[in-house]
């Protein structure tokens, strides 16, 4: 039997909103607003979408709150954008040399 969000827990994430030398994430849950910060990277990478919402869905399947899940994803993908390098952006990020990280 999964873990699911009661139909009145509707939760909002938010990404990629710039400010100065940051990026952050909005994730509004149970009518509290929480804003996580991660250095912004240089550089765009094509699937960090798609990577967010795994980690955060991942998180959310594992019992976490959404602002502990949303963290674990912007943790994650923070790390990961940071350790590709020399790679076509079109190829996305090196996950997989950090996959221990979700752990």
Do not use: N, W
Not at 13 to 21: D, E, F, I, L, W
Not at 24 to 44: E, I, M, N
Not at 53 to 72: E, I
Request: proline letters at 4%; a negative charge; aromatic letters at 6%.
């Amino acid at each position: 039997m999964g873990a699911r969000l009661a139909e009145d827990h509707r939760v909002v994430a938010v990404t990629g909103y710039r400010q100065g030398t940051e990026i952050h994430t909005l994730v509004f849950a149970g009518g509290d607003c929480t804003d996580l910060a991660a250095p912004l990277r240089p550089g765009s990478f094509s699937g960090t979408g798609d990577l967010f919402v795994s980690v955060f869905t991942g998180g959310l399947l594992r019992g976490r709150t959404p602002a502990q899940a949303a963290k674990q994803a912007v943790d994650f993908l923070s790390h990961a954008i940071a350790v590709t390098h020399g790679t076509d952006p079109r190829d996305g990020v090196d996950f997989e040399r950090i996959m221990e990280d979700l752990l």
